[in-house]
C-alpha cells in the first residue's frame, strides 16, 4: 500500500511560486502504469485536477493551468514535485497528491492512492 504525504509551505504571497513536494512510501512512483497527480480542492468548489506524471515521467497538465503548471519527479527520493507560477488568491486551495492507473480524474473514489492534503493559502 502506497502512502503519500505533501510537503510544502502554507502560505506564498502574490504573483510568486507555489512549490510543494509529494513523497512516496511503501511503493514506487516507477510502478508500471500509473500515474502521479496533483488535485487541488478550493472552498465551496469541486476538486480540480491540475496535472501529473507517469511512471515513465512523461508529464501532462490541465489545458487551463498548462501554462503555469510544472511537475517533476525524484526517483532516487521517491518524490515528485508541483510548482505553480504567478500564484494568485484564486490559487487558495488544499492541495493533494494521488496516484492512479489514469490521469484527468475529478473524483476521489477514482484513485488508488491519496495523501491527506495540504492548505496552501495566496495572500500578501
Known amino acids: 500500500q502506497v502512502q503519500l504525504q505533501e510537503s510544502g509551505p502554507g502560505l506564498v504571497k502574490p504573483s510568486q511560486t507555489l512549490s510543494l513536494t509529494c513523497t512516496a512510501s511503501?511503493?514506487?512512483?516507477?510502478?508500471?502504469?500509473?500515474?502521479w497527480s496533483w488535485i487541488r480542492q478550493s472552498l465551496g468548489k469541486g476538486l480540480e485536477w491540475m496535472g501529473a506524471?507517469?511512471?515513465?515521467?512523461?508529464?501532462y497538465y490541465s489545458p487551463t493551468l498548462k501554462s503555469r503548471t510544472s511537475i517533476s519527479r525524484d526517483t532516487s527520493k521517491n518524490q515528485f514535485t508541483l510548482q505553480l507560477s504567478s500564484v494568485t488568491p484564486e490559487d487558495t486551495a488544499v492541495y493533494y497528491c494521488?496516484?492512479?492507473?489514469?490521469?484527468?480524474?475529478?473524483?476521489?473514489?477514482?484513485?488508488?492512492?491519496w495523501g491527506q492534503g495540504t492548505q496552501v493559502t495566496v495572500s500578501s
Open positions: 494521488a496516484g492512479a492507473e489514469g490521469l484527468g480524474y475529478t473524483e476521489r473514489y477514482e484513485y488508488d492512492y
Open positions: 506524471i507517469a511512471w515513465t515521467g512523461s508529464t
Open positions: 511503501g511503493g514506487s512512483i516507477t510502478t508500471d502504469r500509473y500515474y
